[in-house]
């Protein structure tokens, strides 16, 4: 029920109760007050039904809210846990890589060490021969 029913049903439900207070002040007898009083006993029953059943909807409302939001949220954690899981294995790939270039870097250099070392004591040698 949208806020302009319920405040038409209000509102009739206010007019009813004057016109029944004034028709009885007219001629207070029984008849006549009852008679005036049935539009708005029943525009007032009507009111109390409407919001019941707008209280009902709304709680089924927030409910069904309440489960998207629960489903929106799984969605998105297992988005972020999927994309956590491919950086880690792209890190990982990549750290291997590098592990494997810095042995080969370290391997190279050792090498490097040792054919200079092997120069320098040929170039030794040589000027040994020639003084």
């Known amino acids: 029920m949208t806020l302009h029913h319920y405040a038409a049903l209000k509102t009739a439900t206010w007019i009813f109760g004057l016109g029944a207070a004034l028709l009885y002040v007219m001629d207070p007898t029984e008849k006549v007050a009852l008679i005036a009083m049935i539009p708005g006993a029943i525009t007032g029953i009507g009111l109390i039904f409407f919001r019941i059943s707008d209280k009902k909807e709304s709680r089924r409302e927030r ?14 954690h297992t988005i972020g846990t999927d994309t956590a899981a491919k950086v880690d294995g792209i890190l990982s790939g990549k750290d291997e890589k590098l592990v494997t270039r810095t042995t080969e870097l370290s391997e190279s250099r050792q090498r490097t060490a040792r054919l200079e070392g092997a120069k320098e004591g040929s170039d030794s040698e040589r000027n040994k021969d020639n003084t």
């Open 63 to 76: 409910a069904l809210d309440r489960e998207e939001a629960i489903r929106q949220f799984n969605v998105l």
